[in-house]
Nanobody
Framework: QVRLVESGGGSVQAGGSLTLSCAVS????????MGWFRQAPGKAREGVAI??????????LYADPVKGRFTVSRNNAENTVTLQMNNLKPEDTAVYYC???????????????????WGQGTQVTVSS
């Protein structure tokens, strides 16, 4: 059974930082694509950071709103994925989800429909 469990969410003031972690079981992070998505109330789920698999070195991709502030990384040995979020803004407030996608799937990296497994989400609230 594949299971993704996010942790590390919370409430911070604007300009603060949070680190989200995703612990994966029943699925190998190494070589596969992993992503972080978020969904604010009344809005569609959107991709924020993707860690591409398919090679020895994962390649990060970032959505424009988070470029320069968020960093995605993975630890293949521990089967985890991390999202470091700095200089948080109120518009970053959302439920953040970890997602996994098979390595043979390619393109449309920020489309949530392309991802095969999801965590339950963790709330991030940024106050001004």
């Amino acid at each position: 059974q594949v299971r993704l469990v996010e942790s590390g969410g919370g409430s911070v003031q604007a300009g603060g930082s949070l680190t989200l972690s995703c612990a994966v079981s029943g699925y190998t992070v190494a070589g596969n694509h992993m992503g972080w998505f978020r969904q604010a109330p009344g809005k569609a789920r959107e991709g924020v950071a993707i860690s591409l698999g398919g090679s020895d070195t994962s390649i990060p991709l970032y959505a424009d709103p988070v470029k320069g502030r968020f960093t995605v990384s993975r630890n293949n040995a521990e089967n985890t994925v991390t999202l470091q979020m700095n200089n948080l803004k109120p518009e970053d407030t959302a439920v953040y989800y970890c997602a996994a996608r098979f390595r043979r799937s390619w393109g449309a990296w920020f489309d949530p429909m392309r991802y095969n497994y999801w965590g339950q989400g963790t709330q991030v609230t940024v106050s001004s």
